[in-house]
């Protein structure tokens, strides 16, 4: 068995940071670790800086990359920004998809995330009809990732109605099939590989109808996958549910089997008191992804709430209007602050679990991070002397990070023992921005 060791400079531990700290990697994992190594062991890897598990973003749809500009232009809603969204999702083919979720998953691994929650509900052809292999587009965004080098859950999503009572509009007939029984047939075909897990998401309480939320629920929970749902985003939703049900989205999910601790609602926005202690309750995950919130003017959700209620939180990069999970744990908090104008509600170390171990809890892989002795050995390594984080105390790395840093001051990303990112160069992906160049003009009209 070959083993590599690795030296930090300064490692983030989950409650601190220390100077010196030796790991021993086997087979993709950490099998050993000692603190106060002065200096590198002869043969070790060197990484300066803040050694951190790697990032973990639990929310992603890829080929919203693509929107990157386009959407900024100009006012409008979250409604109009979704009308854009579908004209890029019209053009898109497997081929296409695999090429940019590569580019895509590729800038992701240079802001060190190591893994991604890909909720996915682009399966068909346009109009509808299946392609050859029905699970072509997941298939597709599994192989970008292992080319990018990070590691996937594809939460597969069932996407049936266009709203309460309303079939499939032209644009989501890609997304539909038609119903969740037939979801979770095509669903079933898909399989983990080492790289890659498979989940199962429900893209809104608007988009699967209520007689149908169970089954996917059980899909998942004979599977043991996790279940992500968007939940209560925009209030026009919530109108509409009390409308058609006369229950909150949250109660809707409740009464339907759909909460529990494999389940993460993203977004949970707008919500009551009593939404707020049922998806505590149950432990109930919440994803929040400030930057896109911001970005579509959705509103500050009650995270603070909902931690305290019980609900872990994990961050996602969402439409990706920038990618870059520091800035949404920082934003997590800042955003906090500004609604309530007082300071401190999470610390450094609060925010970073956050996009790390509770972010990889949330899409299944739980023996990821962490540093320590058994865990997947996936690291990220902030550079400590750039313009934005040069000047603080070592012991203040963990700050420095959250409320400084930026994805580009990712150094090193290493997933499974190996380096992905080196010296802030992708290693599998020669040059990612024309990657992100060429995909995303090949997909204008």
């Not at 505590?280 to 709430?305: F, H, K, N, S």
């Amino acid at each position: 068995m070959q083993v590599t060791t690795y030296w930090l400079e300064h490692a983030w531990l989950g409650d601190r940071v220390e100077p010196g700290v030796a790991l021993d990697v086997a087979d993709g994992r950490i099998t050993a670790i000692r603190t106060g190594v002065e200096a590198p062991p002869p043969g070790a890897e060197v990484l300066r800086g803040l050694t951190i598990p790697g990032l973990s973003n639990a929310h992603s749809h890829a080929f919203h990359r693509a929107l990157r500009g386009t959407v900024q232009v100009g006012s409008g809603t979250f409604w109009t920004w979704r009308e854009v969204m579908y004209q890029v999702a019209s053009r898109l083919t497997p081929d296409a998809y695999h090429a940019l979720a590569r580019a895509v998953y590729a800038e992701m691994a240079l802001a060190g995330i190591t893994s991604v929650g890909e909720f996915h509900y682009l399966h068909h052809a346009p109009g509808g009809a299946p392609y050859a292999d029905p699970n072509a587009m997941g298939e597709a965004l599994i192989a970008a990732a292992a080319d990018a080098g990070i590691r996937i859950t594809l939460l597969d999503t069932a996407y049936l109605s266009s709203g309460f009572g309303e079939a499939p509009n032209q644009h989501q007939l890609r997304f539909s099939d038609g119903t969740a029984e037939a979801w979770a047939e095509r669903a079933s075909l898909l399989k983990d590989r080492e790289h890659a897990r498979i989940g199962a998401a429900i893209h809104s309480v608007r988009a699967v109808p209520a007689d149908q939320l169970s089954t996917v629920a059980r899909w998942a929970e004979a599977r043991r996958v996790p279940l992500h749902v968007h939940l209560s985003e925009q209030t026009a939703e919530n109108d509409a549910c009390l409308a058609a049900h006369g229950v909150t989205p949250t109660r809707l999910l409740a009464d339907h089997g759909v909460l529990g601790p494999r389940t993460t609602g993203v977004h949970n926005t707008h919500l009551t008191d009593e939404d707020i202690a049922l998806l505590g309750g149950t432990t109930t995950g919440t994803c929040m992804c400030p930057t896109t919130e911001r970005d579509l003017a959705d509103g500050i959700g009650p995270a603070v709430a909902l931690q305290r209620a019980g609900s872990p939180l994990s961050l996602g990069s969402d439409s990706h209007a920038v990618i870059d999970l520091l800035e949404e744990a920082r934003a997590m908090e800042l955003d906090e602050r500004l609604r309530t104008r007082t300071r401190g509600h999470w610390t450094a170390n609060a925010l970073l679990r956050a996009a790390t171990a509770d972010g990889h809890a949330a899409l299944g892989w739980d023996e990821a991070g962490r540093i320590q002795a058994g865990a997947l050995a996936d690291l990220t390594t902030i550079a400590l002397e750039s313009v934005r984080t040069a000047g603080p105390l070592p012991r203040l790395a963990a700050e420095t990070a959250v409320f400084a840093a930026s994805a580009s001051d990712i150094r090193h990303t290493i997933v499974g023992g190996r380096h992905v990112v080196r010296d802030g160069v992708h290693q599998l992906v020669p040059d990612v921005p024309r990657a992100l160049a060429d995909s995303i003009a090949a997909l204008r009209g």
